[in-house]
């Protein structure tokens, strides 16, 4: 079907395909309700009759509505048309490049770059997992990167709810079998740690160009994920640092309890490594709670000392005294600093107290740890003014030129970033009392005045974030406010003629309506008054009544008298043979008064008299005035059609001949 220049849900029209997936077409649309580019994706039609495939559709836009991050593709809205069968989704249209497109044009990429990625990718997998939502289908082909390089996860098509059971139907796997964990492959359980396996491939492709395991068939390549360990990528690409190479390596590990257990511990890590590439605090924990680490051998040179100091004295006989003496000297040196520490309260050093505000947890450790202190943090709270994961305060509290036993604790106050809140629904409210409430929670109210026929002005019509989400204190939440109905000003139309007087209020978005009115004094069909004077501020569509001048035409009533003249050749003579048979004829005589028949008459025409007069009857109105006659092969010729309105006398003559 094509749907190019159609237009959906009565509102997106359909500009042209931008994606082709497993199981949905994706178009580039026009939402000519907001006014906005989205992207739409169409369910396949082999697919609509599938109730499987639909309520796994169905699932994504569920899925992905219900989340919120700056990595993840918004969801708008969801759809079904039932005459052309069409499940679509309607979501950000984000303008960029997919990361695989990215791969397959520049090979590897920086593991810097890589890094960046992957933290936002992992962050917006740190999001879905708090709500209950696996993605399942993680690889480079669902993630956009935008022009500005911000990462953004896509196609939670086959994302399911960690609450409902995560059991593939047996013989079925879903993701795409180059990326997903082995327990996707065995068709097990999936959940959270499923998505940082598949996050570990896609680092891994991202480092090396290759993804870890390919073969000729996908269930090949399937028992490979299963069974087979990956060449380090470190071992591809020598510019990958090994901390670098060992998250991906532990992202990847087969058993998922040896894996990163949370996106956020995997976050951790990879923040750890843009600031020590080559460091060795990436640990796997084992099934049974152990680590493994890697311990660097001790070596023995085999040398054997010699002891015998008898040996050395009997050699050198001459050493001895001097060595004597450097014992003595020696034991006066130790008794004597040992009775100094003493006395000073022990061999504790002393270390400036460093200021750990406003650092974050990880820099903090760093610098306590190289003065030979320790850290801890005694409590975590919320702050609208401190950034998340940094310090606010510590104890001891920081001092100039203050000291400190080495190996002492210090306690910390992290951030945990503004305080969350859940949003109220502002819709309906009233803009004073929603802006109130934003101050209560925190958060900036982004006003957009909209004119609305429906809800009053200074009301809230609708609201971008929906109402539940959990916002921070400090978040930006756009509200569309009523302005009312559309204002526009009268114009005068008074001494305009009537068309020109109905256009131009048309032209201000106003409608009219007509009376009139006959005055003599004034012009014929002009505007004399309108209901509403002249620059007065109204609804859009108000209805402005007019009124014009219509001067009625004064209406004659005269008696219309026929001089009839006898033709020649009709005219008979009286004599005493002639009857009135041979000497009359009847005639249907017709009189038509500016168009409209009058009168209609038959008359009888004395033939022996050359002229008559004949009185035809009343006429009233005005205009022109026509008569003609016909019957018994007679006609009337009258003379030219008079205009009635000429005539103030109680009758018209007019002349005609009847002729044969």
């Known amino acids: 079907m094509n749907l190019i220049g159609k237009i959906i849900g009565n509102r997106y029209e359909i500009l042209e395909e931008v994606g082709n997936g497993g199981m949905a077409k994706v178009y580039k649309a026009k939402d000519h309700v907001l006014n906005r580019y989205v992207a739409v994706k169409i369910l396949k039609d082999e697919f609509t009759t599938d109730s499987d495939f639909i309520k796994r559709f169905n699932t994504e836009a569920q899925s992905a509505a219900s989340l919120s991050d700056a990595n993840i593709v918004s969801i708008y809205d969801v759809g079904h048309e039932e005459d052309t069968n069409l499940y679509y989704i309607v979501m950000e249209l984000v303008k960029g490049k997919t990361l695989k497109e990215i791969i397959n044009k520049e090979g590897p990429l920086s593991w810097k770059w890589s890094v960046n990625i992957a933290i936002q990718i992992a962050s917006a997998l740190s999001e879905a997992h708090k709500n209950g939502i696996v993605h399942r289908d993680i690889k480079p082909h669902n993630i956009i990167i935008t022009e500005d390089g911000v990462a953004k996860v896509a196609d939670f098509g086959i994302a399911k709810a960690v609450s409902n059971s995560t059991i593939t139907a047996f013989g079925t796997t879903i993701g795409s079998v180059h990326y997903f964990s082995p327990e996707q492959a065995k068709g097990g359980i999936t959940d959270a740690k499923s998505d940082i396996y598949s996050l570990g491939v896609v680092m891994y492709e991202m480092l090396t160009g290759k993804v870890p395991f390919d073969a000729d068939t996908a269930v090949s390549v399937a028992l490979k994920h299963m069974q087979e360990d990956p060449v380090e990528p470190k071992e591809i690409n020598k510019e990958i640092p090994q901390a670098v190479n060992d998250i991906v390596m532990k992202a990847m590990q087969k058993d998922p309890l040896e894996r990163y257990q949370t996106a956020d511990d995997m976050i951790a890590d990879l923040s750890k490594a843009l600031k020590d590439p080559d460091g060795d605090f990436v640990v796997i924990e084992n099934a049974d709670g152990g680590y493994t680490k890697v311990m660097k051998a001790i070596k023995d040179d085999g040398s054997k000392k010699d002891n015998n100091k008898k040996g050395f004295f009997a050699k050198h006989p001459k050493a001895k005294v001097p060595m004597i003496l450097i014992g003595f000297v020696a034991l006066f040196l130790i008794v004597f600093l040992t009775t100094k520490i003493i006395l000073d309260g022990g061999i504790t050093k002393k270390v400036e107290l460093p200021n750990l505000v406003g650092q974050t947890y990880d820099d903090a450790k760093n610098t306590v740890e190289s003065s030979g202190l320790s850290i801890q943090v005694s409590e975590e709270v919320a702050s609208s003014d ?75 019509i609708s609201q971008d974030t929906k109402a539940g989400t959990m916002v921070k204190s400090g978040d930006k939440v756009t509200v569309h406010v009523s302005s009312g109905v559309a204002k526009t000003t009268v114009p005068t139309v008074v001494g305009m003629a009537e068309g020109t007087a109905k256009a131009t209020l048309s032209n201000a978005k106003l409608k009219s309506s007509v009376t009139y009115e006959s005055h003599e004094d004034k012009t014929d069909g002009e505007v004399i008054s309108q209901s509403v004077e002249q620059g007065a501020e109204v609804a859009e569509d108000t209805t402005i009544n007019l009124v014009v001048n219509k001067i009625e035409t004064k209406k004659s009533k005269v008696t219309l008298k026929l001089n009839l003249k006898i033709a020649k050749s009709l005219l008979v003579s009286k004599n005493e043979n002639t009857t009135s048979e041979s000497t009359e004829r009847k005639v249907t005589v017709k009189v038509v008064v500016n168009g409209q028949q009058q009168i209609s008459n038959e008359i009888t025409v004395d033939l022996t008299k050359e002229t008559q007069t004949i009185t035809l009857g009343e006429i009233t109105g005005s205009g022109t005035v026509t008569i003609t006659a016909s019957g018994d092969n007679m006609t009337i010729d009258p003379q030219s059609s008079v205009n009635l309105d000429e005539y103030n006398e109680n009758s018209i003559v007019m002349d005609g001949t009847l002729n044969k």
């Open 386 to 460: 401190v950034e998340e994961g940094k310090i606010i305060s510590q104890d001891p509290a920081f001092a100039e030129n203050t000291k400190i036993k080495k190996g002492t604790t210090i306690s910390v106050v992290v951030s945990t970033g503004p305080e969350t809140s859940e949003l109220p629904d502002f819709t309906g409210k009233n803009i004073e009392d929603v802006r109130d409430e934003a101050t209560k929670i925190g958060i900036t109210l982004n006003e957009e005045n909209e004119t609305n026929a429906k809800v009053d002005a200074g009301k809230v």
